[in-house]
């Protein structure tokens, strides 16, 4: 319970000014190494990351990294599909990464 409290309050944080960014991604990057553990939390903080994505905002991490990040998240089953909206959001903000 206090994880998921924790990914909200980061969340809302993401939106209101970006700050957070790089710390979700990295709760995603844990979720993917011990999935039965953190898996939601990392499913949830991909959810903030593809709205975080969705409003246009400047991404601060290099785009590259992220883009890094999020293919090797879509090999893990419980991150998957949140990863693959994430990277579609990102390839539309920048058709040139691929």
Known sequence: ???HRFV???SEF???DGRTFSVL???ADLAGREPEVLGTHGVNALAAIWCYLNMGWPIPMPEEQVLSL???YESVAVLSHNAA???NALQLRRPDLS
């Open 1 to 3: 319970m206090r994880r």
């Open 8 to 10: 909200c309050i980061l």
């Open 14 to 16: 993401l939106y209101h």
């Open 25 to 27: 991604m990295h709760i």
């Open 70 to 72: 999020l293919k090797g």
């Open 85 to 87: 909206r994430c990277l």
